[in-house]
């Protein structure tokens, strides 16, 4: 392993962010495929989720730029604020 790691060469590392939604996956994935297109340089995945009998959705989002990443936060917070399941 040592002779192939000192060949190897380190790029830009992958930052993230995550976002709790406390609604399902199915209720966000509109919206979320729209912010998704207008974002191509991020990576943006969504992890459902059961807590308490309440469905939630976990949004994570990846990238090389913080300051891309904590705009891009902002945002799906500010889309999302609203978003919840009554149950």
């Not at 790691?5 to 993230?16: D, E, R």
């Not at 979320?32 to 943006?44: D, G």
């Not at 913080?66 to 999302?80: I, M, R, V, W, Y």
């Amino acid at each position: 392993i040592g002779s192939v790691l000192k060949n190897l060469k380190a790029g830009n590392p992958i930052l993230s962010r995550s976002l709790n939604v406390m609604s399902g996956e199915g209720n966000i994935a509109k919206a979320l495929k729209e912010f998704s297109e207008k974002n191509q340089n991020l990576s943006i995945g969504s992890y459902p989720f059961q807590s308490n009998g309440k469905y939630g959705t976990n949004i994570v989002i990846r990238g090389q730029d913080a300051n891309t990443l904590d705009q891009a936060l902002s945002t799906l917070s500010k889309l999302f604020s609203r978003n919840t399941d009554e149950q």
